[in-house]
T-cell receptor
Framework: DQQVKQNSPSLSVQEGRISILNCDYTNSMFDYFLWYKKYPAEGPTFLISISSIKDKNEDGRFTVFLNKSAKHLSLHIVPSQPGDSAVYFCAASEARGGSEKLVFGKGMKLTVNP | DAGITQSPRHKVTETGTPVTLRCHQTENHRYMYWYRQDPGHGLRLIHYSYGVKDTDKGEVSDGYSVSRSKTEDFLLTLESATSSQTSVYFC?????????????FGDGTRLSIL
């Protein structure tokens, strides 16, 4: 049973526009959420995170929104740049319970066209 | 970049042979993890360690064993490799699981079992 779902496998946007990546989760015990970016032949790179006590976290061009009632989070990239083209993974954990385990979605490939 | 080195970066071997992958960190982080990444599955946790000689199973631990005799090294062993273990393996480290510290990943080992 997949606890973290990224239902769209890919997204293509124009440079300068907004990219919105979505993620849904089923485990109500998840309280810490992360986004990772991955380029080919490299390891995932941490991008941004959010705790369940917040509904928004911003870092430069990247903003993550959390809707706990809908068990949904989204990553907004504004403005999108060609260098943002990568696979993005959503991940979640039960951090307050001291869980070491991250549960990942399957990933979404973002392509930003010049 | 987090100081994580995985070796080897690529390996081709035959079914039934033992294989050991090494993860070395220079950050002195307490927690270390092994994941595998397969198409359609995202990243899945194999085993993790919360200290020297302290390890536990993840989601997909069957057929794998781990050891951690020093803080900086975490070894993943396939006792008798099977073709289903062909994958990309990632090591990750984290400083704490209680203060919302993200995991940081190495660049992976691509393992092919023929």
């Amino acid at each position: 049973d997949q606890q973290v779902k990224q239902n769209s496998p890919s997204l293509s946007v124009q440079e300068g526009r907004i990219s919105i990546l979505n993620c849904d989760y089923t485990n109500s015990m998840f309280d810490y959420f992360l986004w990772y970016k991955k380029y080919p032949a490299e390891g995932p790179t941490f991008l941004i995170s959010i705790s369940s006590i917040k509904d928004k976290n911003e870092d430069g061009r990247f903003t993550v929104f959390l809707n706990k009632s809908a068990k949904h989070l989204s990553l907004h990239i504004v403005p999108s740049q060609p260098g943002d083209s990568a696979v993005y993974f959503c991940a979640a954990s039960e951090a307050r319970g001291g869980s070491e385990k991250l549960v990942f979605g399957k990933g979404m490939k973002l392509t930003v066209n010049p | 970049d987090a100081g994580i080195t995985q070796s080897p970066r690529h390996k081709v071997t035959e079914t039934g042979t033992p294989v050991t992958l090494r993860c070395h960190q220079t950050e002195n982080h307490r927690y270390m993890y092994w994941y595998r990444q397969d198409p359609g599955h995202g990243l899945r946790l194999i085993h993790y360690s919360y200290g020297v000689k302290d390890t536990d199973k993840g989601e997909v631990s069957d057929g794998y064993s781990v050891s951690r005799s020093k803080t900086e090294d975490f070894l993943l062993t396939l006792e008798s490799a099977t073709s289903s273990q062909t994958s990309v393996y990632f090591c990750a480290i984290s400083e704490s699981v209680y203060s919302n510290q993200p995991q940081h990943f190495g660049d992976g080992t691509r393992l092919s079992i023929l």
